[in-house]
Structure formats: structure tokens, C-alpha cells
């Protein structure tokens, strides 16, 4: 396994513009997830796919956030009008149904900064 | 609602000592699983240690091990023989066996090794 990958792994972006983070799962994996993390807390669930399918999403996730992953290999987060409040450590992670299905590994995140 | 409380924001321990990081779940199911993730300041989370609620054995993996109170919702990370390079934020986490996509985590403690 070559883990699970995230790029870009910091962007700083003027406030108002799109960012875009992509995420490679560790290979099959089916499911794959979003996370973010503000400094001294712990991570909080955006959104999960199962496969190309998104079955769930927080509330966290407003609609200027959107979540995509295609053929369910990579996934991105596309985060529109990007405001200051955003800055913040996107993680992606991964995992496979089946034995230790529960278990969910990370990337190293991609780190936002809003100016 | 699932919650995570880890009520020790910062640790300390000399090198080669033991530590214990605590952590306390309150949850109504009977299916889930907790983990331990640390995340140096590289940010990654790493996962340390996985427990079964129905395995009532407490999980080790090498110097880590698990202190699983399933009565007392209590789930308590030992670190044996601590080493520089576990210094790092701890993570406790919780999951469903159910829905096993949303990890809740707590706020973390961080732990200081004295050299």
C-alpha cells in the first residue's frame, strides 16, 4: 500500500477564490472520506463516499463545499468563494468493506489558508 | 448522540517511563469500535491501536496497549518505555460497527517526552 495521498499539501488563497484538493485512497479501498481539523481540535466528518456513490454529508459541509469522486478512485473538494473561516486541515482517508472495514487510515491532509 | 472526552489536554513523561492517556465514550449501541490515532507535527494521523467493543482482551501492539473499560465506557492508552518520537497529539476515536464511515474524535492530549 502507498497510503493514502493528498495534494496540493498547503495552498494559501485570497478570500473569494476556488480551491480544489484531490485525494488517492490506498487501492482498494472503497470507501473514502473527508475530514477537516482546525488547530487544537480533533478531525470533524465532511463527507464519505462508498465507491462514486456520496452517502453521506455533514452539515458542516455548506454549499459552497463539493465533493466529488469519479469512477470511485480520487476524489476532490472543491471549495467555492473561499471565505476566511475556512482555513483550515482538509484530511482524506480511507477504507475497505469487510474484515477491518473499520478501520481508517489517513493522508498527511492538505492545508488551506484564507488571506 | 456519540461523544469522545479526553479530559487531559497535555501529558508529560521522561523518557523511558510509562504514561496512561485517558479517554471516556458515552454511546447507547453495543457494535462499535474505538482506536487511538497519534498525529506528530507532520500532521498526519496515524493509527496506534484498534479495540473491539464485543473483544473483551484489551489490544497491544508493541509498547501501546489498551486499558478497554466497556462498563465504565473507558478506554485508556498505555505507553510503555516512551521514546522521543512518541511525543505527538493523541486522538481518541469512536465508531460505529453499523455505519462505519463517521469517526467522532476527541479533542486530543498532547504528549510531551522529556529527553
Known amino acids: 500500500d502507498t497510503g493514502v495521498s493528498q495534494n496540493p499539501r498547503h495552498k494559501i488563497t485570497k478570500r473569494g477564490q476556488n480551491v480544489t484538493f484531490r485525494c488517492d485512497p490506498i487501492s482498494e479501498h472503497n470507501r473514502l472520506y473527508w475530514y477537516r481539523q482546525t488547530l487544537g481540535q480533533g478531525p470533524e466528518f465532511l463527507t464519505y463516499?462508498?465507491?462514486?456513490?456520496?452517502?453521506?454529508k455533514s452539515r458542516l459541509l455548506s454549499d459552497r463545499f463539493s465533493a466529488e469522486r469519479p469512477k470511485g478512485s480520487f476524489s476532490t473538494l472543491e471549495i467555492q468563494r473561499t471565505e476566511q473561516g475556512d482555513s483550515a486541515m482538509y484530511l482524506c482517508a480511507s477504507s475497505r468493506t469487510g474484515q477491518g472495514g473499520n478501520t481508517i487510515y489517513f493522508g498527511e491532509g492538505s492545508w488551506l489558508t484564507v488571506v | 448522540a456519540q461523544t469522545v472526552t479526553q479530559s487531559q489536554p497535555e501529558m508529560s513523561v521522561q523518557e523511558a517511563e510509562t504514561v496512561t492517556l485517558s479517554c471516556t465514550y458515552d454511546t447507547s449501541e453495543s457494535d462499535y469500535y474505538l482506536f487511538w490515532y497519534k498525529q506528530p507535527p507532520s500532521r498526519q494521523m496515524i493509527l496506534v491501536i484498534r479495540?473491539?467493543?464485543?473483544?473483551?482482551q484489551n489490544a497491544t501492539e508493541n509498547r501501546f496497549s489498551v486499558n478497554f473499560q466497556k462498563a465504565a465506557k473507558s478506554f485508556s492508552l498505555k505507553i510503555s518505555d516512551s521514546q522521543l518520537g512518541d511525543a505527538a497529539m493523541y486522538f481518541c476515536a469512536y465508531i460505529r460497527g453499523d455505519s462505519s464511515y463517521k469517526l467522532i474524535f476527541g479533542s486530543g492530549t498532547r504528549l510531551l517526552v522529556r529527553p
Open positions: 463516499f462508498q465507491n462514486e456513490a456520496q452517502l453521506e
Open positions: 479495540q473491539e467493543a464485543y473483544k473483551q
